[in-house]
């Protein structure tokens, strides 16, 4: 595997794969632009312009990628010429839509368009297809949501190196410094310890906890303080870890601690949970049935999981109403919270894979509540 994407026959089965699901759904073939669902099928990184590019997947016929001559460059780190994918390129004053039809076989044609694609981009290509393009998510969802062995491999890795983050996170948390101060330190971190960028960092003191997407602020941060630290971004080739844990500044109340320790249970009966067919929503209600038995149900207000790979929330979503069965190869948050508005917040949230015995996690960092010393010298 490359820094910048997997080998060819890894895209090679992934293209495979989603021409077989597009034939499944009675369609001509699919027409991808930029954006994530390119990114998986042949690890090009182009960007939405106003000039079309867009791999095109004929169910019958070879995969063709349209793009303007001024972007061929763009393709130099995707997988598109060792796939042998051919490339019809284009100039101002030519018509990429036209180009679409024609890998396409012709018009008019039902086909598919990720759902990225711009209206910019989608109304003429409507046009020149003779038919609205339906939505590609469908066709999809089933092959981004089951990982493959090396996207898997991909998700150990970027957890194993935000786990090595938050080992570093007690050194940042020091009283007087602001909860920027520790983000800063915190991003620096992440790409050092082998991440591309920093996609978020939440440092939630005090009660700023209780906000579960507060970012970070000027507040200084406090003895006694309970702290909410959230924090991922993506690792070669691209694929994000995301992992929560709490801190305290010096010892933390008896109250705190009970409740924390009632969290801690909530977070590990949802993980307990996953297991092939079992749905989504019973994963969700594994962890709110604790808090509910323990008076705290009203403070967990979201969902408690959403799917990960290239992007940091896709598909599945761990939340009430969604009846989907899991499969082995999802991969998801497990990351349940209780918040207490003007007070403090906590959140425990790990990254798992679903095998065949149960949950994987890809991060191992203690779920305990991290007491930081507040006498160091």
């Known amino acids: ?27 001509a073939g699919l027409v991808i632009s930029p954006g994530y669902d390119l990114r998986y099928l042949v690890g090009s990184r182009a960007q939405t312009f106003e000039r079309l590019s867009a791999l095109v997947l004929p169910v019958a016929g070879d995969p063709t990628i349209v793009v303007p001559r001024l972007e061929l460059a763009s393709l130099k780190q995707s997988a598109v010429a060792d796939l042998g994918v051919a490339v019809r390129d284009w100039v101002d004053g030519d018509d990429p839509y036209a180009l679409v ?3 396409l076989g012709g018009a008019p044609v039902a086909a598919a368009v990720t759902d990225s694609m711009p209206a910019l981009h989608l109304l003429p290509l409507a046009d020149v297809l003779g038919t609205l393009p339906v939505l590609a998510t469908d066709v999809l969802r089933q092959l981004r949501m089951v990982k493959d062995a090396a996207e898997v491999d991909a998700l150990r890795k970027a957890g194993a190196a935000i786990d090595r983050v938050h080992a570093r996170v007690p050194e940042f948390l020091v009283p007087g410094r602001t909860e920027a101060d520790v983000a800063a330190d915190i991003a620096e971190a992440i790409v ?31 003895v006694g303080d309970i702290v909410v630290v959230d924090i991922g971004g993506p690792y070669a080739p691209g694929y994000n870890s995301d992992s929560t844990r709490t ?8 109250e705190v601690a009970q409740q924390y320790s009632i969290l801690q ?70 990351e349940p919270g209780i918040y207490f508005p003007g007070r403090w917040g906590a959140r425990i949230e790990d990254i798992v894979v679903v095998a065949e015995d149960g949950a994987q996690s890809v991060n191992h960092r203690p779920h305990e509540l991290v007491v930081v010393p507040v006498n160091r010298d």
């Open 101 to 103: 039809a024609e890998a």
């Open 192 to 222: 050092a310890e082998g991440h591309t960028e920093a996609a978020f960092v939440i440092v939630g003191s005090g009660p700023h906890g209780a906000d579960p997407h507060h970012e970070y602020s000027d507040r200084e941060i406090e």
């Open 265 to 334: 249970r909530a977070q590990q009966a949802a993980v307990d949970s996953v297991r092939p067919g079992v749905t989504a929503e019973e994963v969700d209600a594994a962890a709110r049935d604790v808090l509910n038995e323990a008076g705290l149900g009203e403070y967990f207000v979201h969902r408690t999981g959403h799917g990960i790979g290239l992007s940091v929330h896709e598909e599945p979503y761990i939340v009430a109403g969604n009846d989907l069965p899991l499969q082995a190869g999802m991969a998801f948050s497990v």
């Open 247 to 254: 801190y305290s500044i010096g010892e933390p109340s008896p």
């Open 1 to 27: 595997m490359g820094s910048d994407r997997f080998d060819a026959e890894v895209y090679r089965r992934r293209i495979a794969a989603a021409t077989a699901a597009t034939a499944k759904a009675g369609l």
